[in-house]
């Protein structure tokens, strides 16, 4: 399991935006992760999607790691930014966008790409 | 006998309600209590015990399916934190729950003292 463990430390660490969630960004399986996605987009986020569902490790590995219990997690430059509700209010507010800014510099909207990255 | 009631007790749970539980013999010989709380219930019963001070908590089934939960809760135990630690506190209050798979899906709204 520490294999899982490193590659999903791998990818928070190296992907800018990154969304663990249940399904891809083109199948989604979850009402939460849909909404996260969602967020991210309209805010332009470069997102790197990570499907939980592969793998019933995976959730258990991330969980470990993050400390958060549930499904979808959205890190931005390794830091955990929360769940769906999260995001969703800093969405609104406006805070998701300057969180992105400082963390990705001020022309992170101009390169919006969508990725899905495997952990298993 | 599997499943035989043992006895039953009222228990009030602090919150003026009387919560009727059976204890019963299950299967592995060892008493278990059956507990005839909702879902909705038990998550209301858990969120007042861990934020005794809340101005507001609300438990609302999103679906009616018994298991996708709209919770609200206002505390001052939020004061100064971030969305983050707001959140967690939730969790933790609800980690049982969580783990038993009772919750499927949570959404949960957290406001401070203001």
Known sequence: MSEIREKIQQV???EPVVL???????RAMCGNSTLALEALRRAGAPVTAVDILPDAHIRQELSALSGWPTIPQIFIRGELIGGADITE???ESGELEEKLESALGAGYRSDPAEKTVAVV | MLGAAVGAQRRDDGGGRLAEEDVELG?????RHA??????ERLDGLLRQAFPDASEVSVVDRMGTGDHFQVVVASPR???LSLVGQHRLVYDAL????ADGAIHELRIKTKGSQ
Do not use: H, N, W, Y
């Open chain 1, 89 to 91: 209010e800093l969405a």
């Open chain 1, 20 to 26: 663990f969630m249940k399904g891809t960004p083109q």
């Open chain 1, 12 to 14: 928070i660490v190296d």
């Open chain 2, 78 to 80: 939020f004061d100064g």
């Open chain 2, 95 to 98: 980690a049982e729950p969580l």
């Open chain 2, 27 to 31: 299967g592995d010989g060892r008493l």
């Open chain 2, 35 to 40: 507990c005839s709380l909702t879902a909705m």
